[in-house]
């Protein structure tokens, strides 16, 4: 038994989906701009590198759009959303910035970033500015890390001393494969992407 009395299967992994694909992680929206073109892309594999000096990290696969911007320009941001915009990090994950402008598909707005010019998107309780200082390839991904030179935050979602106050930013998780899971307004919501897309869609031509 293991040591919260489940019983642990001793099998040996052929690859990382066998069980990172079910364990929950923060998933984040990454932004990106070069040349006026502009993307958003969900991101739940990233992490802080250094406090003194503060870096930060993404993972982002060199197949993705996102990849193509950063590698150009150099900079990114990470924005990291409350529960109530968990199908909107969901539908970004879903499709190409190379087929649409995901900012117009979906409604995303924009706040004026303070250092760099990516895109800080306004329901944020928190985003940072980040400008390239390494890119290392890591078998499929690369691992851009950045000086955080900006950070953005919201003074509701946070108390005096810094930590985040759930009732008013809480976390969205990938689970994987696809879903996602958020506790929103008392409700506890289990998204699947290819969903969320057609409705955050609809959502946002309600509002044009």
Sequence with gaps: MGPLGLNLLNKKAKGLADVLGYYPMMATI??????????????????????KPPAYGVSISPKR??????SKSRKFAVNFMPAKEAELIAAVGGCSGRDMDKFEEFGIEESKPLVLDVPILKHAYLAIECKVFSKLRCGDHDWFVGDVVATHWSGEAFDKSGH????????????GFDHYLAVSMGRTLHLVRKDCISHVKRKASRHT
Excluded: C, E, Q
């Design 65 to 70: 759009f996102t990849h193509d911007l950063i």
């Design 164 to 175: 985040v106050r759930l009732r008013k930013a809480t976390p969205v998780a990938y689970l």
């Design 30 to 51: 990454v932004t990106s701009r070069h040349r006026g073109t502009r993307n958003a892309m969900a991101v739940a594999w990233h992490a802080i590198v250094s406090m």
